[in-house]
């Protein structure tokens, strides 16, 4: 699989682990039909992580879920492939797997840190139970003295006791239940650890503390990650590589450094000038205007009513995702 | 000086005080001028007592012990008129803009309910040109807004209606817990300036309760630190965020995600200890247990409150020499809007 010939945003650096082409999830109801990710493709690398940025209703969490093969009815993948590389060289399409042969991958390969922590950890079984039910769903044949001495192996690793496996959720603060979804995440050491906003409830000095462990864990399995967030320091500060959605699409890719030096979707630029930072007081750039209906989009380029560079061919043609610097790709007539 | 509001010794503890409790805010007095339009933060991680502060200001809570007194009344015995015009002064906006409204009525009932209740209006149409007006100042179009269901408006927009629903009973006070954590960052500059520009404007003064010290830096004068309860730092806030003396600040504010991959996050954290502190009984500095400059005296007794320059203090003993012990009211350490209008703050 090379670059040049399927043409989407990728790096040279490290194996391909997973490769999203051309997805399209839709939600469809009476109203019409919301095209929630429209056409995303981006190609993930060996031990990489990678950020999806975007606001609320961006596709950046369905994009996630699409991968895990978690969307829902009314929602629906509608095309495109997820490629997901096998030891062998060989690779499979995990839109096409049905459900059991995609529970095997679930967890052993592309595991998911869940945005809520609190409310994903069932409040009546102890934290060693999960990690019990985890690993045996997988694994047929390991014993029950093999699953503690690696649940408390696994619990070390993002920096817990191994008494905690005897506790309860709601014996655990916030932080160390985030703790516990990463140790779950990494127990059958996947490929891909996808994470949805993972301390979006956690105040700053937790949430450092909880992303230095991800970043530690993940570096010691190989894992590659897909970090799904609002939060432009957060990413800043995390990912390798920075893919930015605006209603269904990735408008610009590129490695994190290029996307915040010289952002070139000006969506990216209002992006980044509305951040607020400790340089400067008082000053407010917010980006005009709302995101626009999913189920009555604009003509042309989906931006093109709250740009502040609008051309006239931005109104009918829709931009391709195009490779204008080395490795930093953007969907705008502007190049 | 006339006072708006005055926080006098307020500490709330929940749980039986004789056995296992928490304290939740530990006699805390300060005050908000009347005089002046000011913008006060109150940040915080998880438990630090913030939004407990929100709600014994909004007479959700009454205190443990401590008064409240808005305009000279306490306000947790006050009844009748004075219960009124606290009522109609005094406006929140909270963090969550999706639970504030009820999905079956249209956003109107939100705006025509104050109108009707404190009677803001003689006739029908007046009240309408009050809403469209107060929806006009925070950016919002009356005829897009008007008439639709909660669902069919953005986060951002159901957030604005918010703030544009307190602006409608002209308050001298909006006390706003996280009113912006929950919207897209795209929106959240744009909400901040509508806040902003109400304290300009309209010379309302706010209490912006918030985890976020970069949004508290954008908007405030002063800030108040709050650690377990107490006040670990506090004054001005361009002293207090650029150049943090109380080592719970400095790791606050070293924390914080800077939006440049350039610098890397948490490159000048001092070692503080990890995880959330135990509840055990304490009788030192409540931040010993995570301090990295932790001395035994730390933990004999708490420190005061020191105030080393005129608008700063931090409760912490190494910050004693030289200072002087701040007794009673934080806010003498504030700097005044008035007197940061004519520095180097403004731009």
């Not at chain 1, 127990?187 to 909880?210: F, G, H, W, Y």
């Not at chain 2, 805390?28 to 000011?38: A, D, H, K, Q, V």
């Not at chain 2, 007194?69 to 906006?93: L, P």
């Not at chain 2, 009984?281 to 004999?300: I, K, Q, S, T, W």
């Amino acid at each position: 699989m090379s670059t040049t010939e399927t043409r989407q945003p990728t790096t040279t650096q490290g194996s391909e682990v997973l490769r999203v082409s051309d997805l399209h999830v839709y939600y469809r109801s009476r109203l019409g039909t919301a095209k929630a990710v429209d056409g995303v493709s981006f190609t993930l690398r060996q031990g990489e992580r990678f950020g999806l940025v975007g606001e609320s209703g961006s596709g950046k969490s369905t994009t996630a879920l699409a991968i895990m093969r978690m969307i829902t009815p009314p929602g629906q993948i509608e095309g495109g492939t997820i490629l997901l590389a096998e030891k062998n060289g060989q690779s499979r399409d995990l839109t096409k797997l049905n459900e059991e042969q995609y529970r095997q991958v679930r967890l052993a390969d592309i595991a998911m840190i869940p945005q809520g922590a609190m409310n994903s950890l069932n409040p009546v079984r102890r934290i060693q139970e999960v990690f019990s039910d985890s690993i045996k769903a997988h694994e047929k044949s390991v014993s029950d003295a093999q699953i503690r001495e690696r649940t408390a192996e696994l619990l070390r690793m993002v920096g817990l006791q191994e008494d905690v496996a005897r506790l309860y959720p709601h014996e655990l603060s916030g932080g160390m239940k985030q703790r516990v979804c990463i140790a779950v995440s990494i127990a059958l050491q996947p490929k891909v650890i996808i994470a949805d906003e993972p301390t979006s409830a956690l105040d700053v000095v937790v949430q450092r503390q909880i992303m230095q462990t991800l970043g530690a864990v993940q570096q010691r399995i190989g894992a590659a990650v897909i970090l799904v967030g609002h939060d432009m320091g957060l990413l800043a500060q995390f990912v390798d590589r920075l893919g930015v959605m605006y209603a269904g699409k990735l408008v610009e890719v590129g490695n994190v450094r290029d996307v915040f030096h010289e952002p070139l979707h000006p969506y990216t630029q209002l992006l980044i000038a509305s951040l607020p930072t400790l340089e400067e007081q008082g000053v407010f750039r917010g980006v005009p205007g709302l995101a626009p209906s999913l189920l009555n989009p604009p003509q042309g380029c989906l931006f093109h009513p709250r740009c502040p560079k609008v051309m006239p061919q931005c109104k009918t043609i829709v931009p391709e995702l195009q490779e204008v610097r080395p490795e930093h790709w953007v969907a705008c007539h502007l190049y | 000086m006339s006072t708006l509001l005055e926080v006098r010794d307020v500490t709330q503890i929940f749980g039986n005080p004789e056995k296992a409790h928490t304290v939740a805010l530990n006699h805390l007095t300060f005050t908000i001028s009347g005089e002046t339009p000011s913008f006060t933060a109150v940040v915080g991680e998880s438990g630090s007592g913030k939004t407990t502060l929100a709600r014994i200001l909004l007479g959700f809570q009454k205190p443990t012990s401590g008064e409240v007194f808005y305009r000279g009344a306490n306000m947790h015995t006050a009844h009748g008129k004075a219960q009124h015009t606290f009522r109609h002064e005094v406006q929140a906006i909270f963090q969550d803009p999706f639970e504030v409204y009820n999905p079956f009525y249209k956003v109107d009932h939100l705006l025509t309910v104050p109108v009707a209740k404190f009677r803001l209006a003689k006739s029908r149409a007046e009240g309408r040109e009050l809403i469209a007006n107060s929806l006009r100042a925070v950016g919002l179009r009356p005829e897009e807004t008007l008439g639709r269901y909660p669902h069919q408006l953005s986060g951002g927009q159901r957030q604005r209606i918010t703030v544009a629903r307190a602006l409608l009973l002209r308050p001298r006070l909006i006390i706003a817990d996280e009113p912006v954590s929950m919207v897209d960052a795209s929106l959240r500059a744009t909400i901040l300036e509508t806040l902003k520009k109400l304290n300009q404007d309209f010379g309302i003064s706010f209490l912006y309760i918030t985890h976020d010290l970069t949004t508290a830096y954008q908007v405030s004068d002063n800030i108040i630190v709050l650690y377990r309860g107490s006040v670990a730092e506090t004054g001005d806030v361009t002293r207090v965020i650029k150049d943090p003396q109380h080592p719970y600040t400095q790791l606050l504010v070293s924390s914080i995600p800077q939006p440049n991959p350039d610098r890397r996050w948490g490159e000048n954290v001092v070692a503080a200890a990890g995880g959330a502190a135990n509840g055990h009984a304490n009788h030192g500095c409540l931040f010993a247990d995570r301090c990295p400059y932790v001395m035994p005296r730390c933990r004999e007794a708490p420190p005061p409150l020191y105030r080393m320059e005129p608008y700063r203090a931090a409760s912490c003993y190494l910050r004693e020499e030289g200072a002087t012990a701040l007794e009673g009211d934080i806010t003498q350490v504030f700097r005044e809007q008035a007197l940061a209008a004519g520095g180097e703050r403004m731009h």
